[in-house]
């Protein structure tokens, strides 16, 4: 599976790395050593310092966390939405998902690619996921024939400088501890990048944290574990792209508060083999929240995204200048 070899570095010293067998890389400047296990290259140093909430991520959502696994699963749905903000005429030859998780998405988005020969169509050669959680990769060796799968810290990329063509990243800047390292990571591999934000520095996602806090008080449990390091606004969103070197060149903001996932079923267990009743009340349910939101935009489209929870997918290039985090 991991056929170019040439285009990893350490994601320690940035050093060439030496393979001195199959399932071997070694860096040729500072010795670290990284294995290649199961299909998936593990780059992720045990002295990496960012290993805060690891145990979190190689824990929710996989295997017998079955609600989690299925919202995730679910993610799928971000593929047409990635395809909208996409230009049409991009040719990209590689491709890396970077907070990759499962797999999940990078599986739908190549299937979903018209055949090379298609004009307008990303002509995907080579496919890279990076994740953090040795459990989702697993998840997404399953499913990704493929793909190159690494184990790593998208905070240091193992790979070269302008290595890849297009970056994916969805919903994983909120996560990191240093998103402009993120940034600045992908601006050196990549001249095309589509990005998701979630847009949380609003009005409902503060009235919502507030009550989830005094809910768990009143029962007496500790505050809940967010994984959102980080909330955004569109506008931080873009000065945060601005900085770090990045042209916005098309946008599409998903205005849904309760998120993208609720308008997908089999994130809530709703399948072909749910029994009526059930389905149509989800349905039904679906339909108000979709039409009180929509109904809402129309009024206040735009504070909207200052009010409610939205998803923003954005299709950035890298700026001629140079960023400014570096
Ligand atoms: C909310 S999930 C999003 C997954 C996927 N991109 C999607 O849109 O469905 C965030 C992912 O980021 C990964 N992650 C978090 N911190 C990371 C880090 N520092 N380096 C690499 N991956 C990280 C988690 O393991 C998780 O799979
Ligand atoms: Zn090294």
Redesign the pocket.
Known sequence: MISQSSIFICPICRGNLDMPADDLYVCATCRQVYPVINGIWDALPKISA?LK?LNW?EEEGVADDKTGAAK?NA?RF?VPNVLTVLPECLTARTCL??????G??LEEFLKRLPAPPLAGSPPIKHSFG????LP?LREARRILAGTTLIR????SIPLADDSIDLVI????IE???HPEMLLKEIRRLAPHLVI?FPIEDTFFERFRAKLQWLKRVIRNRPPLFN?HLHCFTVKKAYQLLGRAGFEVKNKLLIDLPFGETFMYPPAYGITEQTPLAQKMDFHIKRFIIKSLSQLAYLFLAPFFSRLCNCGLYVYAMRSKRSSTTK
């Not at 998902?97 to 499962?102: F, I, P, S």
């Not at 990243?169 to 994983?172: E, G, N, S």
């Open positions: 960012n909430y991520y995730l993610q971000k998902d970077v907070g990759c998780g499962g999940w998405f990076i994740d953090i959680s989702r790593g810290d998208v905070e990243a969805l919903d994983v996560h990191i501890e998701k994984p």
